[in-house]
């Protein structure tokens, strides 16, 4: 979604900003503009549609000026055009603002403003915030943006500039993640690290309603009255290569290829074989008060619901506490029970998905335990949990989530353990399953081999407009996260289903026409799905299935079979799910889609 990135520094910023918002540009956009400051006067360039038709709109007017603000929209409010596109300006054409987020009573501000004589042009919410800082302008920036910031209800994250103090830069967060990277005699405001870790490792994340103001002498920070705040500078952990290409034709085939390297990394330093049990850090102190939660809550969007599932699933088994799983979106709205000993466990790849946020916000309020799962250091939900694990899989770029999945799950996983050890498993048991879960990311490595083979099986159907996943027990999430990944990327249609409701409707669809891709690695679920392959089959529909190696009966069922390592069935959907990711990949790349940045999704959906 929404990206910022803005500079103050001593050197030209044009480039600077341009290649900031070009890594920013995987998380999803629609048009990008920007503005700078030289001699007393701004200069802004707006263009609808990619980076490269802004950048066909500079010229050598904007050389040698030392400070700007940059911004990729997604639009909300009004179309992908070239006057909805950010900056927007104030009444004078002296202020220039970008905002990320949305302007709930842009309405009632718009008729304030017009009472006062102020037109406003464009159809977005964050012209209003322009006009309105322009309105209390006052010949100091940072307190117009205060007294403007203050009447506004909804959530923002803005970077601002003014002709008449051109070398200050003011930004202000609520519920749209901003950090300030200090460099060696310069300065990066952005929404995201990506836009930063090429110029500084060193950060200091801005908390909702805090005002940052940077000039070419320092920063300071205050809350929107003004009082100072004092915020700790902090270490990006990601390096420059984990978000460039190094090779792969796209970040998902990356990262895809990533995921065994991913997982030693989620793992290392937090299976203790020697007493069989789980260090985890960040819940040690809570983990008293965790292993009398009478009710856990898993909640995510996406791919972070699949792994809650799954999650659900291995915490019941492992540790025998009721789980359940919820939507954020439907949590957040419906008045939830959350009694004495209910825990939260927020998913989230970003860590900044809104409606994960603020399904955290109401459970915490209504009294819960939360506990964060989350992979970027440092955002929103790690911050306002109670205590967390992070996946430590490296940056996801990639909008359809993939490594980000594994880790999730591998996560979940431990916090089963490190719950049932403390309760319900015995040693012994723990014990095994500790060495299975470390043998994980060399089973996927051996499963990437199926590349090959996934691409050929992809070349086969990806003209079919409809599939069918199907799965049982664990692997039933695999199977719907193996239907989104085809529908986020290749634009098919695909549907994830337990096996057994198939034959309650959707058995009415299949046909020739209808490839059903079947989860079936040997577990205690293996003969009824078989049955279900049966019935598949009986009906003409095109089996594809995942099974364990060496089974040879299944192989006689179906059309495909994509041959999985053996792996004990509470971890195996960490390794079913890689055949459904290549598969996914490859028909996007076949039918010639663009897999990085699928239309009209946002790597982060900092919006509701
Ligand atoms: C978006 C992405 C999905 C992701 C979901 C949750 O919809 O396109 O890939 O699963 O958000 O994101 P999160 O960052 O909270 O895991």
């Known amino acids: 979604m929404c990206g910022i990135v803005a500079y103050i520094g001593k050197r030209d910023v044009t480039p600077i900003l341009i290649e900031g918002l070009k890594r920013l540009d995987y998380r999803g956009y629609d048009s990008a503009g920007l503005v700078i400051a030289r001699d007393g006067k701004l200069t802004l360039r707006k263009s609808a549609g990619r980076i490269a038709s802004l950048e066909s709109k500079l010229d050598h007017s ?19 055009t070239d006057i909805n596109a950010h900056p927007h300006t104030d009444q004078s054409g002296r202020i220039a603002l970008v905002h990320n987020g949305i302007i709930e009573n842009y309405r009632t501000l718009t008729r304030y403003l017009e009472s006062e004589g102020v037109q406003v042009e464009s159809e977005t919410d964050t012209e209003v915030l322009a006009k309105l800082v322009g309105h209390f302008y006052e010949g100091c920036l940072e307190d117009a943006v205060r007294k403007a910031l203050r009447e506004v209800r909804g959530t923002f994250g803005i970077a601002a500039i003014s002709a008449e103090e051109p070398d200050k830069l003011v930004a202000a967060r609520r519920g749209s993640p901003l950090i300030l990277g200090i460099g060696k005699e310069e300065f990066l405001i952005a929404s995201d690290a990506a836009a930063i870790i090429q110029h500084t490792a060193n950060v200091i994340y801005l908390e909702d309603n805090e005002v940052l103001v940077v000039d070419r002498d320092g920063y300071k920070t205050t809350n929107l009255d003004a009082t100072p705040v004092t915020k700790e500078v902090e270490a990006i952990e990601w390096t420059l290569e984990q978000i460039e290409l190094g090779g792969f034709s796209h970040f998902m085939r990356k990262e895809i290829y990533e995921q065994p ?27 008293r008060e965790l292993i009398k939660a009478k009710r856990i809550i898993l909640t995510g969007c996406g791919t972070a619901w699949h792994a809650a599932l799954i999650g659900e699933y291995l915490i019941e088994e492992l540790a025998r506490i009721p789980c359940e799983v919820e939507y954020s979106s439907e949590f957040r709205y419906r008045n939830p029970i959350v009694e004495d000993g209910t825990v939260l466990i927020s998913i989230s790849q970003s860590g900044e998905t809104i409606d994960t946020l603020a399904a955290l916000r109401e459970a915490k309020n209504k009294g819960a335990m939360a506990l964060g799962v989350v992979n970027s250091v440092g955002s929103t939900i790690a911050r306002e949990t109670d205590a967390g694990v992070y996946l430590h899989v490296g940056p996801e770029i990639g909008v359809a989530s993939t490594k ?3 880790g999730q799950v ?14 319900h498993l015995s040693p012994a048991a723990c014990d095994q399953y500790l060495r299975t879960l470390a043998t994980v990311p060399d089973v996927i490595e051996k499963t990437l081999v199926l590349d090959e083979q996934c691409r ?30 085809l529908k986020e990327i290749s634009y098919i249609h695909a549907e994830g289903l337990p096996a057994a409701e198939m034959k309650h409707g959707p058995i009415a669809l299949i046909s020739e026409d209808m490839p059903v891709v079947i989860l079936a690695p040997r577990g205690h679920w293996y003969e009824k799905v078989i049955g279900n392959i049966e019935e598949v ?3 003409g529909g095109r089996v594809i299935v995942v099974a364990t190696e060496g089974d040879t009966e299944v192989a006689k069922l179906a059309e495909h079979v994509l041959f999985v390592p053996e792996i004990d069935e509470l971890l195996a959907p960490l390794v079913t799910v890689v055949p459904l990711q290549m598969l996914a990949y490859h028909a996007a790349v076949l039918r010639g889609c663009d897999v990085d940045k699928p239309r009209n999704l946002a790597k982060a959906v900092t919006v509701e």
């Open 62 to 80: 904007l050389d040698g000026s030392t400070i700007g603000v940059a911004h990729t929209r997604w639009a909300t409010h009004g179309a992908p």
């Open 261 to 287: 390297e991913a997982l030693r990394t989620c793992l290392r330093g937090r299976l203790d074989m020697d007493e069989a049990r789980v260090q985890l850090g960040g819940l040690a102190h809570v983990a």
């Open 404 to 406: 980000a999945f594994v």
């Open 410 to 423: 591998t996560v979940l996983a431990m916090i089963a353990a490190f719950l049932g050890r403390r309760s």
């Open 456 to 485: 050929e099986i992809a070349a086969e159907y990806a003209d079919a407009g409809n599939w069918l996943y199907l799965g049982r027990g664990l692997q039933y999430p695999i199977a719907l996260e193996g239907a989104l990944k």
């Open 537 to 539: 089959r009986s009906r």
